[in-house]
C-alpha cells in the first residue's frame, strides 16, 4: 500500500510558476513508475507527465511539452512537478498516481492515487 500526499498548489497569475510534491510514504517509493494527472471542471482527469522509477526517463502530453518538467528524489520519497509559463487552461485539480510496478508502461495506468491539489492560473 502506499499513501501519496500532494502539496505546493494555489492561485498564480498567467505566465507564473508553481512547483507541486507529492510525497509517498513506505520503503518502496522507487519501486513505482509515476505520474502526474489533472481534472480541470468538468472535464475528464487527463495524463500529464510520467517518470520512470529510476527518474532517467520522462514523458509529458503534448500541452505541457516544454513548459512542465517532472522529476523524483528517490531518497525523500517525493515526486516533483515543475510548472512553469502556466496559463489559464491549465487550472484543474493535479493528481499524483503511482503505477503498480516499477516498469513504465504508457499510457500509465496507476494503482494509487493521492487526494489531489488544486492550480488555479488567473488571467
Known amino acids: 500500500q502506499v499513501q501519496l500526499v500532494e502539496s505546493g498548489g494555489g492561485l498564480v497569475q498567467a505566465g507564473g510558476s508553481l512547483r507541486l510534491s507529492c510525497a509517498a510514504n513506505?520503503?518502496?517509493?522507487?519501486?513505482?513508475?509515476m505520474g502526474w494527472f489533472r481534472q480541470a471542471p468538468g472535464k475528464e482527469r487527463e495524463f500529464v507527465a510520467a517518470?520512470?522509477?529510476?527518474?532517467?526517463?520522462?514523458y509529458y502530453a503534448d500541452s505541457v511539452k516544454g513548459r512542465f518538467t517532472i522529476s523524483r528524489d528517490n531518497a525523500k520519497n517525493t515526486m516533483y512537478l515543475q510548472m512553469n509559463s502556466l496559463k489559464p487552461e491549465d487550472t484543474a485539480v493535479y493528481y499524483c498516481?503511482?503505477?503498480?510496478?516499477?516498469?513504465?508502461?504508457?499510457?500509465?495506468?496507476?494503482?494509487?492515487w493521492g487526494q489531489g491539489t488544486q492550480v488555479t492560473v488567473s488571467s
Open positions: 517518470i520512470t522509477w529510476s527518474g532517467s526517463s520522462t
Open positions: 513506505g520503503r518502496t517509493f522507487s519501486s513505482y513508475a
Open positions: 498516481a503511482a503505477a503498480s510496478t516499477r516498469i513504465l508502461v504508457l499510457p500509465l495506468t496507476p494503482r494509487y
